[in-house]
């Protein structure tokens, strides 16, 4: 069965340059830049799939950052407090 089209996203400026800058930056965690890049495409309209693709993840990855971002904005992209030991390796 396939999926309905997921909601468009439009970016406020605010948030184009936020994401932008996040997107180029090379010392940010490879999670926080792979997020940007996502929201980005999403705003120009292109399907999870092709997102998906395009930034060798899966479909799921992209339908929850893309939801997360339409629920909480900017805030959404950034990872949940979790309970349990801090990690291993720095970002």
Do not use: C, H
């Amino acid at each position: 069965m396939k999926r309905p089209n997921p909601k468009p996203i439009e970016l406020t400026s605010n948030e184009r340059v936020v994401l932008e800058k996040v997107a180029r930056a090379q010392k940010l965690a490879y999670q926080s830049v792979l997020r940007a890049k996502l929201i980005l495409l999403a705003a120009q309209g292109l399907a999870n799939a092709e997102i998906a693709r395009r930034l060798r993840t899966q479909v799921k990855t992209v339908r929850k950052w893309r939801n997360r971002f339409l629920k909480e904005r900017l805030k959404g992209l950034q990872d949940l407090f979790r309970l349990g030991a801090p990690s291993a390796f720095s970002p």
